[in-house]
């Protein structure tokens, strides 16, 4: 029998940390629900201090998730751990993740603290941490960039104060494959007690080494990986689930453990994450691109058809590609939509809930004669935002565009309840609907990326575009999917706008260290 590895999944925390990938509750919870169904180990579900909708949002998902680990964040100091704990505490199996920098740049630069005190306070966080719960992690962040003596002292310490897992993050994604295998192996074999506790490692992709990091570290005895869909997270992101998962089950050759993971929950797992976030996922991307399975040369295509093993090394259908069919239409009942998008993953709370996503399934199936996964699942994605209390609604919009005419767009905005319309003209259609909303708004957002692309394939298809806005150093995404590029370019900066101008004061979890 081969060990396991551990798989914990940081999206809805780290991920979350992407400028402009914020959820909603809903949302997490959704994202939540497939990593369950995936069989992750752990799920961070947030960093409950942060606010009190981040608190809330882990509560939530601590409720609902029954078969994996719900883990909070908490900076090591009371007050987040006491957030973490009662926000985790509802789950079925629950862990509090405290963590403080180890590294000489964060100690004194940061923290302003000696490597004493810090020891001290990792020591005291964690045995604080016990009180609420067996299940403790300890990250000395920018373990990457620690002095190895020193982090030897605290792991041990902070193993016997009662950690049962030492996660050491490459923070600033610093380090290269060959050193921090390195560092892990020195690890378990000076910390005297390091059989008391799971290695863990944890990431991140600034040189775009997080996944070979992460895998080297594995090779050297880390038991827990943490990463997130898609490689989502803080600057370039953390290492991507699906690589690691699918390399260490596709090399079983050479790995020393397996991971329980449902593999063929992968790609609907990326595509609801990159739905959420509008974070488009780039066709080359290992596993879940769009190109991850296509053979574009005659030669592949030939050898591919003779023996599927000459040039592919892992099963598409493994990782939950299946061809593009159609799956439902115009005469589809309530009850085929239901149990489709049950399978996708999306199990409606209420019967209101039902009856809307389905109204909106008819008028998009009176468009389009074919609707497939990917349809079904930018329409569920719109369902759950529509149920937020948003600031700002589309009424209506009427864009006018014709050779040799300026285009002009004509927009009606419900605003706090009160509709409000506005025109303005354009370098084209888009442009105008933005100006008049902007008209009427009036946020001030920079838009910094209008991006379109095709949900599936087609003249029909929906067009789904992302939009993002900068305003004061504050980065929102929006997206939306339309069979109308204008309408769904509209829907995405609506839906920009009500992030932007909806003021959530968030403490972010690395940033300052109130102690
Ligand atoms: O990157 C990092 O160091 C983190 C820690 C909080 C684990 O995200
Ligand atoms: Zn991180």
């Known amino acids: 029998m081969k060990e396991q590895l551990i798989i914990f999944d940081t999206t809805l925390r780290d991920g979350e940390q992407s400028p402009g990938a914020s959820m909603t509750q809903e949302e997490k919870i959704r994202i939540a629900k497939i990593l369950e169904k995936m069989q992750v180990n752990v799920i961070e579900a947030g960093f409950p201090a942060a606010s009190q909708g981040d608190f809330e949002a882990v509560a939530a998902v601590a409720e609902q998730i029954n078969d994996s680990t719900v883990c909070g964040l908490a900076r090591a100091v009371e007050h987040d751990i006491d957030r973490a704990a009662a926000a985790v505490k509802p789950a079925t199996s629950s862990r509090i993740h405290t963590f403080i920098a180890t590294s000489p740049i964060h100690m004194r630069e940061k923290l302003r603290m000696q490597p004493d005190e810090v020891l001290e306070q990792a020591v005291w966080a964690v045995k604080y941490a016990r009180r609420f719960t067996d299940d403790v992690e300890f990250s000395p962040e920018d373990a990457g960039r620690s002095d190895l003596d020193f982090l030897c002292r605290v792991v041990e310490a902070t193993i016997a104060a009662g950690a049962g897992t030492i996660n050491i993050p490459d923070t600033v994604g610093y380090n290269v494959p060959s050193q921090f295998g390195h560092v892990i192996q020195q690890l378990i074999i000076r910390v005297p007690n390091s059989d008391q506790a799971i290695f863990s490692v944890h990431c991140h992709n600034d040189l775009g080494l997080a996944v070979a990091n992460s895998l080297e570290a594995v090779m050297n005895g880390a038991r827990q990986v943490e ?88 099963r598409a259908e493994d990782v939950g590609w299946v061809a593009n069919r159609m799956v439902l239409g115009k005469h589809s009942g309530r009850n085929a939509f239901k149990t489709r998008l049950k399978e996708l993953g999306v199990d409606f709370k209420t019967e209101e809930e039902l009856n809307s996503a389905f109204s909106r399934f008819k008028s998009l199936a009176d468009k389009k004669h074919e609707i497939f996964d990917e349809d079904l699942q930018a329409l569920v994605t719109e369902e759950g935002l529509d149920q937020e209390a948003e600031r700002f609604k589309l009424i209506t919009l009427h864009v006018c565009s014709q050779t040799g005419e300026t285009p002009k767009a004509t927009v009606t905005l419900s605003v706090d309840g009160t509709e409000s319309t506005s025109a303005a003209d354009g370098s084209g259609p888009v442009d105008a609907t933005f100006k008049a909303m902007e008209n009427i708004v009036k946020s001030g957002g920079q838009l910094q990326l209008y991006s379109v692309s095709n949900i599936t394939s087609g003249t029909d298809a929906q067009g789904e575009v992302t939009v993002r806005l900068e305003k004061g150093g504050r980065i929102v995404n929006g997206h939306g999917a339309d069979t109308d590029i204008v309408i769904a370019s509209a829907k995405s900066y609506i839906m920009a706008l009500n992030k932007l101008m909806t003021q959530t004061v968030r403490q972010h979890p690395q940033h300052s260290q109130p102690i």
């Open 227 to 314: 990463c997130t869909v898609n490689g989502l997270g803080e600057r370039a992101g953390n290492a991507s689930l699906e690589e690691i998962v699918m390399a260490v089950r596709t090399r079983q050759d050479v790995f020393p453990c397996d991971t329980r993971l449902d593999t063929k929950h992968i790609v609907p797992a990326s595509r609801l994450v990159s739905n959420i976030t509008g974070f488009p996922v780039q066709p080359n991307k290992a596993v879940v691109g769009a190109n991850a399975f296509a053979h574009e040369s005659g030669i592949h295509q030939d050898g591919v058809i003779k023996k599927r093993e000459t040039y592919e090394i892992m």
